[in-house]
DNA sequence: GCAAAAGTGTTCAGGGTACACCCATGT
DNA sequence: ACATGGGTGTACCCTGAACACTTTTGC
């Protein structure tokens, strides 16, 4: 068990690489980073990544770079395997095949994280997405897709809430991420016809307007819905 | 460009498996091979794979399965990534990620290809799939979840149909895939009214009933609709 | 003429969409 | 009292689901 391949069977490095989205300032946003590797990447922004190491699986190398390089739990974060990129020259220096992840987490949490972070490290509006290393902009794009098209058949969006939320900031996410205006009624009716969340008994605070409910979902577990 | 990794970088093998899937008889069936690898698998039954070669991206080693070890054109075929599997010891021998594809073929031509193989190779009705080898019954199931739930909403059925059909055979299809009966009129109207089809001149021939109209489709772009 | 599958419309219920006003709080 | 976002109901339309008989061919 567990031994080695032999080294002829080896010619390519394995990678994992993550698509970190969150919702911050209603917009939607991937984490990037900025790697100097010249002479093909010099200050070039990427999507964070690492080879994957003999003792971990993809989905344990895409936890461990959300705790070291962002610093971020990965108990806080939403993760799904996304694509595996192995087009041949994708990395210009050597064969690597990269499985890329698509993760989530609520802005509020995002927001807090930022600060702690370099400068070579920021969130950045998918609108404005520079070019990026290697294929990380294919990476980017699909991750986005993804998350457009699972938002309206899945409670994928739960994975980007914060504990508890106000159903406004909820159809703020779902505004965000689909770039569009809902209905404040319809919508409200929707999730709650749904029966994935429920009230908390506070009230929201502090505001200078008739405090919100708060509501929290029942369960985070992955499920198929009708959500739109 | 093209270079291999140092040696540091690569501990694990790279392959990739097909779930190669056809419905023949009304049933839905997958390709599986017998595999002869003592001591841990011994005329065991499993999904053709192979490592992924040098100068192969993962679909190119798809393709190439097909070809060698079914006689199958892959030009004939429909494949897309399913996914990447990477526990650690999936294989027992050897550390190997494998990026597993969903593969789907006519029936018509299913039928004649299986003339053309040895006793080791089969097609068997996915609800009689014995154990298989390395975590392949995971991946079987992975692949006829992804076909069940995609059926409902893109045109990915267009990839398991002959060129020229008929509605009721394109109804069949959708029936064994789903594994439920669906009502005529309420099928035909709306495969029809989604205009992905059209009729071709021809009726078929040499049945004892009132013969059908032949259809085939307009595009086999795969697209996402709202089928059933 | 009989067997066997092809082909064809209508009704009903439920869900999605569009739309406007009063409520509770902070200042 | 006023500004700000929170919270609520109804009417219409369209889509999905249920359902039975006539038509065309081969034998």
Redesign the interface.
């Given at each position: 068990?567990?031994?080695?391949?032999?080294?002829k069977?080896?010619?390519?490095?394995?990678a994992t690489d993550v698509v970190l989205c969150t919702v911050l300032d209603e917009k939607l946003k991937v984490l990037l980073m900025q790697i100097d590797l010249p002479p093909h990447y010099k200050n070039t922004w990427a999507l964070p990544g690492s080879?994957?190491r003999?003792?971990?699986?993809?989905?344990d190398t895409a936890k461990r770079l959300l705790a070291d390089k962002a610093k971020i739990d990965p108990k806080h974060a939403y993760l799904e395997?996304l694509?595996?990129f192995?087009?041949?020259?994708r990395d210009?220096?050597?064969?690597?095949?990269s499985?890329a992840y698509l993760g989530l987490i609520p802005g509020s949490r995002a927001a807090i994280y930022e600060r702690s972070w370099p400068k070579n490290m920021k969130w950045c509006d998918i609108e404005k997405i520079p070019s990026l290393a290697y294929d990380h902009t294919d990476m980017a794009r699909t991750a986005v897709e993804r998350l457009k098209?699972k938002i309206a058949?899945t409670n994928i969006a739960f994975g980007m809430m914060p504990e508890q939320f106000t159903l406004t900031e909820l159809q703020e996410l779902y505004e965000a991420i689909l770039n569009k205006e809902l209905d404040k009624r319809n919508f409200r009716r929707k999730v709650i016809d749904i029966g994935l969340i429920e009230t908390v008994k506070n009230k929201i605070t502090g505001v200078a307007h008739r405090p919100a409910l708060l509501y929290r979902f029942k369960s985070k577990k992955s499920q198929?819905i009708d959500v739109l």
């Open positions: 068990m567990n031994k080695r391949a032999p080294e069977m080896r010619f390519a490095a394995l080879l994957i003999p003792n971990e699986t993809a989905i395997q694509y595996t192995s087009r041949i020259d210009p220096r050597n064969r690597v095949v499985v098209s058949y198929i």
